[in-house]
Structure formats: C-alpha cells, structure tokens
C-alpha cells in the first residue's frame, strides 16, 4: 500500500526571493562603496552595509534549497521516496529522526506532518484534506523506528 502526495511551492515566491535577495546584495555592496566616497559614519554604515549583504545572500540562498520547489513524497515499505525538481532521493524510515503532527488552530481545517532527518525538516501541508493525511500519518508512525 503506497501513498503518495506533492507539495507545491510557487515559482513566484522563489522569483521574489530572488530578487529581494540582489536587492539587498546590491544594496550591501552600494554601502561599502560609499563609504570610500564619503568616509563619515563610517562604522555604522559598514555595519547595515553587510547586514543587508549578508541578508541579500540568505535570501537567494533560501530561494535555491530543496524545500523550496514542489517535492512529491512516495511512501514505501521500506522508505519514502521524494521527486524533487533535480532528480530523486530516497529516505530509509531508519534515518528519519523525526515525525510530528502540527495543529496551529483547530477551529482551522489546516495542519502539518514536519518529517525530520538529521538537520533537514521536509514538511508537508494540507489543507482540507484530514482524512488523507492522518493517514500517512498513521502510516510513518508504524515505520519510523522509536516514534
């Protein structure tokens, strides 16, 4: 009995990621630049010139991470299997460190199953659609060991 199901992630919000990103970069990078031009307040001015540089990066560094395309998660005896948008990977349940069901509001028809490997979280959304995911709930917590 597999189960499987695909979360989908807007190419819109990896765009303005992005660009926000290069904003701030390129924002960064003009700060440092003034600071040779105009050489007052030259601390402070360095300083908010590489947060927002460090920031710039962060953000085009988010928009480029596994979790931020669509993934489809294939649910297997022995492992779940995610199709991501360079290729595929396979999660044996002896290296999943982690499942947890996610309630933020029970008057709202939207939770969250967060899986956990190590340092990477891969979470899957629903929303109207209880019933399916309980069950691939109910499915993980019969093979991921110590759960």
Known sequence: MG??????KSKVSRL???ITGIVFLLLGIAGVVLVWKVPRMQFLVIAVAFMAAFYGIYLIKASVRQQAYD???EFTEEHIKLK?????RLLPYGEVTGIQWIEPS??????MIQIRNGKKQYVLHFDHNRRYG???YEYLKERVPDM
């Open 134 to 136: 309980e069950r691939i």
């Open 16 to 18: 303005g990621y992005r």
């Open 84 to 88: 991501l948008h360079n290729g595929e």
């Open 71 to 73: 993934i489809t998660y």
């Open 106 to 111: 029970p008057d709202i028809d939207y939770f």
């Open 3 to 8: 189960l499987s199901y695909t979360v989908k």
